[in-house]
């Protein structure tokens, strides 16, 4: 049998962001966090990359319809997140503090119950061009 594949798809999109521990002081919560903690928050271009793993479809030849799984990221990601602000707009953020780590999270669940079993996910999110993160590890 083949050895298994990896499709990757690049998204993007723009949202604003404060990190605030509510359990802190301000004064704990600013220097722990410095700049991402602005209280009038501020912006992250993040740059998104899904990550699909499996077996090559006989029959088609594709391991996923790159069409159907950017429509899936377009409607449960971008159409979510993008120009948004995470912890006002994005119900998950209401009790979870929006860190990279935390948001490739929530990316993961939402696609996750979208993309057919059989198919290995994992997501790899940039907030800046040198810091990014990846989940599941
Ligand atoms: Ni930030």
């Not at 069409?67 to 006002?88: A, W």
């Amino acid at each position: 049998m083949s050895k298994k594949i990896t499709i990757v798809r690049s998204e993007h999109f723009n949202a604003a962001h404060r990190l605030f521990n509510k359990n802190w002081s301000n004064e704990k919560n600013e220097a722990f966090y410095g700049k991402c903690n602005n209280p009038n928050y501020h912006g992250h271009n993040y740059d998104l990359e899904v990550m699909i793993t499996g077996y090559i479809n006989k029959e088609s030849g594709f391991l996923i319809d790159m069409k159907l799984l950017s429509n899936v990221i377009k409607d449960e990601i971008i159409d979510y997140m993008d120009h948004k602000n995470l912890n006002l707009d994005v119900p998950e953020f209401s009790s979870l503090i929006p860190t990279a780590e935390n948001i490739a999270q929530v990316i993961y669940n939402r696609l996750r119950s979208k993309i057919q079993d059989e198919f290995e996910l994992k997501v790899k999110l940039y907030e800046t061009s040198r810091n990014f993160v990846i989940y599941p590890s």
